[in-house]
């Protein structure tokens, strides 16, 4: 934090000097905010990649296992979730909401125009299981980005269209999560759109955490500043329930 401080500091510096020798030619009061500016989010954005840029191993298509299996809930059972289903999620957004400055509905179609990325990762579940497949989708920072994400938002929100005995699955990462390249949101499992029991139409692919943080059926995003009053405010349905690690990498 000291560092990003000094850092900083330098480089108000920096744009002070060189816009002090433009003095005669610009005004220099709009130009020097309008600098600080863009280079304030693409520095810190830049700074969240840069520290913490590792890549879960990829791995290739002769990896791929076989059989994907299914884990906690294979089917949601709610009324909503069934007339989607019915459409074949034709009327299904993803809602993108809190704390940006745009918020977005989402369309399936829309979300497979958007520049893909294909990954074939390993799934590491708690219980004792793994597999690999290969996950198709949207990368996820580019989208919050487009949202107009709020400087003050800390950590991403994920809601799901499934519940156990009442309360819905949700899961939550920090931004550095949020922004890495290989955190997509999947629609298509080795080749073929989401399976329902995979968490169709779209789920989470956060490539460097465990399996339940890959949240299923999403139904919306949203972009908080703290997770205190999300869910039992550990930061997920396992983590509130049993006492997962909100943060456990592979
Ligand atoms: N919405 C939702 N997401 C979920 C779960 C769930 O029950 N509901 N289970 C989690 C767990 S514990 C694992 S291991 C993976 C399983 O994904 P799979 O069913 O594609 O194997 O999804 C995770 N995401
Ligand atoms: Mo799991």
């Known amino acids: 934090m000291s560092e990003l401080v000094s850092r900083r500091k ?16 610009a005004p220099t009061k709009p130009a020097r905010k309008a ?11 830049n700074r ?3 520290a913490h840029d590792a890549l879960a191993p990829e791995f290739t298509g002769a990896d791929v296992s076989p059989i994907f299996r299914s884990n906690g809930t294979a089917h949601p059972g709610s009324p909503d979730y069934a007339r989607l289903l019915a459409d074949n999620f034709a009327s299904w957004r993803l809602h993108v909401g809190g704390m940006v400055a745009k918020p977005l509905a989402i369309s399936l179609d829309q979300l ?18 793994s597999a690999i497949g290969r996950w198709t989708g949207p990368v996820l920072g580019p989208i919050l980005q487009f949202a107009g994400l709020s400087s ?3 950590y991403i929100v994920f809601h799901c269209y499934d519940d156990f005995g009442g309360t819905a699955y949700y899961e939550s990462v920090d931004l550095v999560e949020a922004f890495h390249p290989q955190t997509i949101l999947a ?9 329902i029991p995979n968490g169709a139409p779209l789920r989470l692919r956060v490539e460097r955490q465990l399996g339940y943080k890959q949240a299923k059926y999403l139904r919306a ?10 869910g039992g405010g550990q930061g997920g349905y396992w983590e509130d329930v049993a006492d997962y690690a909100w943060y456990a990498g592979i």
């Open 10 to 25: 330098a480089l108000v510096v920096g744009g002070g000097l060189m816009l002090a020798g433009c003095d005669k030619i």
């Open 35 to 45: 600098f600080l500016g863009a280079e304030g989010l693409t520095y810190r954005v």
């Open 48 to 50: 969240l990649l840069t």
């Open 112 to 129: 497979k125009a958007l520049p893909q990325r294909t990954q074939i990762t390993r799934h590491d579940c708690v219980e004792g299981w």
């Open 152 to 154: 003050a938002a800390r």
């Open 187 to 195: 629609w298509a499992l080795n080749g073929q759109p989401l399976p």
């Open 221 to 230: 995003i949203e972009a908080v500043a703290s997770l205190d009053q999300i």
